[in-house]
């Protein structure tokens, strides 16, 4: 059935709802006319997004942009000061991030700043 | 759902979220789209650059977090390929795939170890198909309350596609699983940084080999995107988006069960009715996230619509049932007070989006709340009062828009 289909007919037809689809994991066998794989190879962009100036942001550049681009920080809700020290130990702790222990205390003002919460 | 109006503006180191300027290309306009997260920071820019994708909402550039802007999902059942979501975990994932030389690995607790390329795959275990919807655990993240950190998304970390690929449980039976066997894990080909825990899921192993839990090489008709795990993606039907692994390449039966951080820390829910706690609730029984709850969306009606009174208002969206069918949609006018049902588009499987559509009139001017219900087939509906977890998972309240009728 829907195998000896052209590939390239099939996302038009699903459009047009003119396919009638399988029950769930209804197989098609045999395969006579498996599926062909083209090797992919893509760039990802550098992104362009930075911090905002404020105390502790070089302590943040140098130790945060490793393993994540800045709007992972920039896009969190306003948080507390003990929720940003607990998001700062279960990055160095959990996921082993490199940070630098001298800077843990900036990084967390600087982040608890960026929220407005600071007291 | 307040505002997914896209706008088009020009950010002159203006302040896009309540004091931060985020950008160094100020003279580039740029289309931003505003999610209403309470609270913000709301705004998103909408980005074109990325390979194999269309307009996304760009949630994070590295590891990609890429979300599908609302108005897809009222275009079609099936989610476009080019604009379903992305979510990656590491940024550490191989920008290239050679198609040729890939090998999926199957070890472990089995009589027969395997290595399978993609020809072989694809030539030698049977051809199944599945339409599902594949949602992350905390889509809608943005919307709690109180909020929670994590990936602060709206509600496009879902989309539905037709898969195409063989069973899990062909595979596992070709290397024959030894009794004793208690998980499969499932990894990739993204790296951790360092030390850092790989991601790696484990299904139970009768879960597994359940003949629905798919090997997917297929995405509606095309090869997958790498962003969304060419060449090789689990598809676990049902299931929160944690499980389906991306660039599957290894599979190991174990003979106990997965204590890596992926199965024992994260992605833990409470065992409780719609994973619901209270902020601050201490000694709360927490088990790994697993089968989807319904959901329903309005597709194509915005917050602060103009409608006109007296004459019937055109009303539809998407939706789904989770680890089982839409049994119903209904609709509300009044806040939720009453209900009508919707009728619901084709079935394309009981796993998928689902139409739906309804026209009721509001018969006097003012302003006027709709809302949508699923129920699945489970019986189980919609609750009309949101849930609240610490990770941020399963967000399924009843979506509601205010509109006026004048």
Known sequence: MSCVMSRALLPVLLALGLLALGAPGQAAEPNDKPMQFKSESIQLPFGSSDFPPGPGVDAVKKNCLLCHSPRMILYQPPLT?????????????????????????????????LSGTAE | MAGFLITRR???????????????????ARTMVDLALPGGPAEREIITDYPEKAAMVLQRTRGPLLETPFGVFDKSVFTPNDQFFVRWHWAFIPNSVDADSFELKIHGHVNQPLTVSLK????????????????????????????????????GAMGNALWAGVRLKDVLDRAGVKA????????????????????????????????????????????LPLLNGFPLRVVVPGWYSTYWIKMLNDIEVLDKPDDNFWMAKAYKIPDTPGANMKPGEADVPMVPINKIVPRSFITNLRAGDKVVVGAPVPMRGIAFGGDCGVSKVDVSTDGGKTWLPAKLGKDEGKYGFRQWQAEP??????????????????????????????????????????????
């Open chain 2, 361 to 406: 009139t509001l018969s006097a001017s003012g302003n006027y709340t709709l809302m949508v219900r699923c129920t699945n087939e489970n019986g189980l509906a919609q609750p009309d009062t949101p849930n609240w977890n610490p990770g941020g998972y399963m967000r399924n309240v009843i979506e509601s828009i205010d509109l006026v009728a004048g």
């Open chain 2, 180 to 223: 004793g066997a208690v998980q499969v894990r499932l990894s990739g080909l993204d790296q951790a940084f360092a030390d850092a825990p790989r991601f790696i899921k484990s299904l139970d192993i009768d879960h597994a080999r359940d003949g629905e839990v798919m090997i997917a090489y297929a995405m509606n008709g095309e090869q």
């Open chain 2, 120 to 155: 072989e795959l694809a030539k030698d275990f049977p051809r199944v198909e599945l339409a599902a919807v594949n949602q992350c655990s905390g889509n809608s993240r943005g919307f709690f309350a109180p909020r929670v950190p994590g990936g602060e998304w709206g509600n």
């Open chain 2, 10 to 28: 020009t950010l002159l180191g203006a302040s896009a979220l309540g004091g931060l300027a985020l950008l160094s290309r100020p003279s580039l």
């Open chain 1, 81 to 113: 000061k003990e929720t940003w020290t607990n998001e700062v130990d279960k990055m160095m702790n959990v996921f082993k991030a490199p940070v630098v222990k001298e800077d843990v205390p900036a990084i967390i003002g600087y982040l608890t700043h």
